[in-house]
Nanobody, 115 residues
Framework: QVQLVESGGGLVQPGGSLRLSCALS????????MGWYRQAPGKQRELVAR???????NYADSVKGRFTISRDNAKNTVYLQMNSLKPEDTAVYYC?????????WGQGTQVTVSS
């Protein structure tokens, strides 16, 4: 079955950077559209960034110019480079893979931005 494993979360000071990774196993990575979502305490899960299987990307307005999503099909991995982090970026970040009617989620990785 398809499994997604995120890594790279942690505690960072405001203005700092982190890179999240999400590795997919159990299927052909290149066919999937990949996305990063986040959920802060008491809030709904929201889209952060998405990259289609053809490479086109879209971002939430709140992260445009600070975050970059990319994928390496040879490594079955999607990345989220996060720069200029703000306290409001604090959340659990989830990776999602979808194609057609199928979607799969990772277990999430905590990102905390605090001084």
């Amino acid at each position: 079955q398809v499994q997604l494993v995120e890594s790279g979360g942690g505690l960072v000071q405001p203005g700092g950077s982190l890179r999240l990774s999400c590795a997919l196993s159990g299927s052909i990575f290149s066919i999937y559209h990949m996305g990063w979502y986040r959920q802060a305490p008491g809030k709904q899960r929201e889209l952060v960034a998405r990259i289609k299987n053809g490479g086109s990307t879209n971002y939430a307005d709140s992260v445009k110019g600070r975050f970059t999503i990319s994928r390496d099909n040879a490594k079955n991995t999607v990345y989220l480079q996060m720069n200029s982090l703000k306290p409001e970026d604090t959340a659990v970040y989830y990776c999602k893979a979808d194609v057609g009617y199928n979607e799969y989620w990772g277990q999430g990785t905590q990102v905390t931005v605090s001084s």
